[in-house]
């Protein structure tokens, strides 16, 4: 039997640079599997179904969820967002690490399901430099970006329920961290099976 893949959960406001920094991790550790989540919000610009995300009607996505589809699910600023679960499961089954780029709500839900898994909160500098790369980013609607900033400063009292947080300042850095994280997790005695012959 193969050892577990690592179960990596990573959340933060949006803005904070989650997307980037699991972007580049991606092309640092080509084999780690990153779960593309359903959600039904409308694509943003240069997004693509089935690599962004899968995007889906309401009743598709409630069909899904009633079919126990999702490991875990959560609204999100008017939106459902959800994990699909069979991907992720095989994975770990198959001894492969995987990302999960979620919120808190669902990296909540996901602890307690996987206490094993690893939790990374990503914070950026300050909440002006938070809004400036949301408005810089010019793909949210007023509202939409009034709604963002409102919820990071509740998101950013749950650092405390992650293992490790990264403030986000400067991406060469923040992504340094990330892959010590990752390459120290691996590492634990509890997670290896260590075979001598
Ligand atoms: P965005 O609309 O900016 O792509 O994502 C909005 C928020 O939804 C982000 O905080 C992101 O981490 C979260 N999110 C994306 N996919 C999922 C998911 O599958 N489950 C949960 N719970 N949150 C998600």
Known sequence: MNTPGLLIVISGPSGAGKGTLCNLIKKEFPNIYYSISATTRSSRQGERHGVDYLFMSREEFLELREA????????????????PRSKVEENIAEGKDVILEIDIQGALHVKKQYPEGVFIFIVPPS????????ESRGQDSPEDISKRLKSAHTELAYV??????????KIETAIAKLKSIITAEKCRPQRRKINFE
């Open 68 to 83: 126990n589809g999702f490991l875990e699910w959560a609204e999100v600023y008017g939106n459902f967002y959800g994990t």
């Open 127 to 134: 909440i002006r430099e938070l809004k400036r790369r949301i």
């Open 160 to 169: 405390s329920e992650y293992d490790y947080v990264i403030v986000n300042d």
